[in-house]
């Protein structure tokens, strides 16, 4: 791989530049293969697609906007139409110009086709005018079309879809294919104009006299196979070089933003992604010049042929003239229709080749959609029970999930029963399965195997989104969203509008609302640094948020996962006296490896490689001295001041994932 990078240019070590430190991501992924396949069609094979792509992006556009795609449509065949009889009209004032007589009268007699000729080519720039302001208002509707039935379907989506294989790679290239509908959609109706445009002039040409369309298809022929192949060049380089763009797109993420900007520091990556960077670049570069260097060869050989190939249908009308096959009228027709050919067809063949590459990327997101159609999670329907009353039971029955590609159940044949009122605990080491059991009972995976039901009844029984607005989730992985703090927490419940006093005592139960008072807008500081007067906020701080967040909607079964992992000791102890404050109510997961602040559970669940190994309460569990015994007084002799400070080594853990 060529290295166009000068080292000199950064301080870092050499030793980030070695030439063989490739990364692996450089190499071409296998699901490339299925875009080389594409890449390597044939141009006869783009032609055969472009009346689907050209019928898809008329049915986007009808979808978007009815009216303007009618008017483009009527405005397009008028413009043709008025082509059509331009020439003709040329043709008739040439005759009367070419007859014999004084030249007054000669004009008189071509005054009519002149008259038609002003009409027509009037006619023809107001079609244009009408049809560029029709597309101007239909950009943005297609845009809107086709982008927000993109984002439909990434924010419904189960959580699965989010594992399976190239998935995110998968929406990477709808999201480009959604951008480039707007392309397609302009370049289709440029297209279906151009080709009005040349039908037109064929049809002229055949009226004035028929072998000048053999002599029209000679003249122009050459030059559009030219620059159909050339676009068809530059689509193969295109979708030959999507691992290249992703990962030159991906540095420019690492370099350019926040959020790695320390690490890139603190580890000194500067020379190593630069390098990296130039390293990309160097094949990006040498592939856009051999791209170059063909689609000239092939654009000046056509236009070559071309060329000749016009001086010969030349030659011929000058012999047919000699000879008095044609007239003089009909020669000189001729010779503007092949120019006026010859510009539509331009025309036509620069929008098929934007058609066909637009419509690529526009096939990507068609399949996308299909695709992910088969994660949607079933729409609610009329047997779909609407839960009315509080959740009183959830029952596990011998669920399990296995996340593909993995040999072994993340969850294997676990069955509880929470009732409620009831705090329980799910406990164990990392990757024993915790997170993934609780999503299930959040109802955001669906188990591969068993059965959760919640009052009674199967999940799937009851009405999905219903079901769903009594369970609320404080996840491990929380996100900071980019909005205001009151915002941050007010989305905790969207079903309602949230007022300030009650973001307030959610805030104040999970330690939050002194933060936020001190912040300098309040509940109004918005919380995103790469907006002006946007505030960060430090782990536990956001960790308070987003505890806030769940505890808005005060829901019948709340989901903690680690809510207090960066929390300092005080704001731990209030937020778990508030969550014990809904023991005896409702309904309390809590998943936490800090078990002192599960001793109050009702119930306590010890999970190991997904397998439920012991239930029962603090102290059942102790007694037993099982698993639960053995991690909580380890962890309880980090606290025991008696013990000396070099205290025997801890027992190994057993690794769990
Ligand atoms: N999206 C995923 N795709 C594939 N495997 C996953 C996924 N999420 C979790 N796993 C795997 O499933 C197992 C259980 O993970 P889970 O997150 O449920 O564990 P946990 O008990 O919550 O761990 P921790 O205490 O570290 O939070 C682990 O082996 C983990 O690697």
Redesign the pocket.
Known sequence: MPTTGDPGRTSEPVEATRPDSVLPELREMWWETGMRARAQAGVFAVFSELPRLVWAALVVSWRADRLRTSIVGATTVVAGLMSAFGLLAVQRVLVEFFAGGPTAEKVVAALPALVVLAAVTALRAGMAAGMGYAQNGLTPKVDREVERGLFEVTTAVRLEAF?ADAFADDMERASRGADSTTGLVQASMNLLAGLAGVLAVAVAVVVVHPLLLLALLVATVPNGWASLRAGHLRYQTYAAGSVRRRRLWLLHRLMAERDSAPELRSYGLRGFLLDQYDRVMGVETSIQLALARRVTTTTTVGAMIGGIATAVVYVLLGSLLVDGQIPLAAAATCVIAVQSAQRSLAVVTFQIDRVYTEGQHFRDYTGFMTRAADYLPPAASNTHAVLQERLREVTVDAVSLR?PD?DRA?VDQVSLTIEAGQTVAFV??????????ATMIATLRIPTAGTISYNGRAAEDWDPAALRSRIAVVT?EYHKWPFTAATNIAIGDTTTVAEQDRIEQAASRAVAHDMIAELPHGYETLLDRTFAGGQDLSGGQWQRITAARGFLRDADLLIMD?PSSALDPRAEDALFQAIRDRQGRAITIL?T?RLANVRHADRIYV?HH?RLVEAGTHEQLMSADGRYAELFTLQASGYDTSAPATATPLPRQTAS?
Not at 428 to 437: A, D
Request: glycine content about 20%; proline content about 0%; charged content about 25%.
């Open positions: 594992d996340y993995r993340a164990g080491e990392n990757g024993s399965g915790k997170s993934t059991l491990q680690e998943i490896h999970l997904g994932a």
